[in-house]
Structures are given as C-alpha cells and as structure tokens.
C-alpha cells in the first residue's frame, strides 16, 4: 500500500526529446512538490502544489512544466531535455510541513 | 537567501559509538527542522522532526537538539549500528513554507 508512488522508476531517453514523470499520493494531503536530487546528492525544490494550485516555483527552465489534474497527483513534463537534466526526480507530499518522498525516477539524458 | 548549512559531509564511526550531525540556519522565521535517511538508491526517509516551540526530542537511539538563539540543531545517534550506514540531511523551513535542505552527511559504521 505505497503512500506517494511514481513512474516510472527509470527513464533513458536522447537529448531533444521531451518525456513525462507521473506521481500520485493516497495520504490524502494537500500539498505536493517536485525536488531534483543532482549525482553530488543534493536536494533542490522545484515546484510545489497545494490544492492542485502552484505555490512555489524555483527558478527552474521553462522546458519543466508541472501539472496538478487534482491534489492526489502531480506530474512533471520536461521538452527538450538536455544533458544537465539527468538527475533522480522525486516527488513528495506534505501535511503540516512533514515530507514524504516518493521512489525516485532516475532520468539518464544521452 | 535561505540557507541550510551541514557538518560534516562525511563521518565514520565505529559500531556501537555515537554520531553527531550540525546544522544551522539563516531565516529566523524557519519553525519546522527534519531530519532524513536516504540509503543507497532509496528515497529520503523522515526519521525524527523537531519544532522550535522544542528544545530537543528523542526517539530510541536518535535524538535532536534546537537552538533558536544560535540558529543551529544537531541529530545524534547513540549505539550506532551497521544499518544506520546511511546519508542523511537536516533541512529547515523558510517564511514562504518551503523546506530547505543541508548539502547531506553520508555516515559510514565501521565494524
């Protein structure tokens, strides 16, 4: 019974092309976030839904584009990838500040 | 800008001592300060949270510590163990309710 899942777990894709990472969460929260995690481990925000409405977006490409259909899911369309873009993705939700992470989509630009 | 500064990147101790872990922050407004685990090719996991209405919490073995005034708080794990071989990252929130996360400190259990 996975509380925020995501797919899918590994994306291997050429440059130029434009791929989607999906995430869904059943804690019933409110508020959900995308985080890149670069290969030195560090943990940067990209975006943040509460109530499928944007609240945070870190200066981030325009090529990254989050969607919120309804506050149980998030997804992330990334156009024109690029090299530097290869990174594990994931997405976590949140009630009353505590975080939980999805799996991890690592995403392998070539 | 918010800044979540953490020490040391790496630490390695022998089984069965204890590790620290320090943090500080910048944003005075910062309320909210969890501590995660990430192993190898898993997700960050919450392990213990700590608010500033709080001077320090404890859960078995990990326990933290906040200090407002100086803006710095500290994980320690006491009787470590060879699964508590891990990263792990403090992180604060901000004024604008974002959580901002320390660079991590992989911790290595020696046998």
């Known amino acids: 019974d996975t509380a925020v899942s995501q797919t899918p777990k590994y994306l291997v894709t050429q440059m130029g092309n434009d791929k989607s990472i999906k995430c869904e969460q059943n804690?019933?929260?409110?508020?959900m976030y995308w985080y890149k995690q670069d290969s030195k481990k560090f943990l940067k925000i990209m975006f943040s839904?509460?109530?499928?409405?944007?609240?945070i977006n870190e200066t981030v490409p325009n090529r990254f584009s989050p969607k919120s259909p309804d506050k149980a899911h998030l997804n992330l369309h990334i156009n024109s990838l690029e090299l530097g873009d290869s990174a594990v993705y994931f997405c976590?939700?949140?009630?009353?500040?505590?975080?939980?992470f999805g799996p991890g989509t690592r995403l392998t630009v070539l | 800008g918010e800044n979540v500064e953490q020490h040391p990147s790496t630490l390695s101790v022998q089984e069965g001592d204890s590790a620290v872990i320090k943090c500080t922050y910048s944003d005075s407004a910062s309320n909210y300060f969890p501590w995660y685990k990430q192993e190898l090719g898993k997700r960050p996991q919450l392990i213990i949270d700590?608010?500033?209405?709080?001077g320090e919490k404890k859960d078995q073995r990990i326990a933290v510590t906040l200090n407002k005034t100086a803006k710095h708080f500290s994980l320690h794990i006491t009787e470590t163990q060879p699964e508590d071989s891990a990263v792990y990252f403090c992180a604060a929130s901000t004024r604008d309710d974002k959580i901002i996360f320390g660079k991590g400190t992989r911790l290595h259990i020696l046998p």
């Open positions: 700590i608010r500033s209405n709080v």
């Open positions: 976590a939700s949140s009630q009353d500040n505590a975080q939980y």
């Open positions: 839904y509460n109530n499928k409405e944007l609240i």
């Open positions: 804690l019933g929260h409110d508020t």
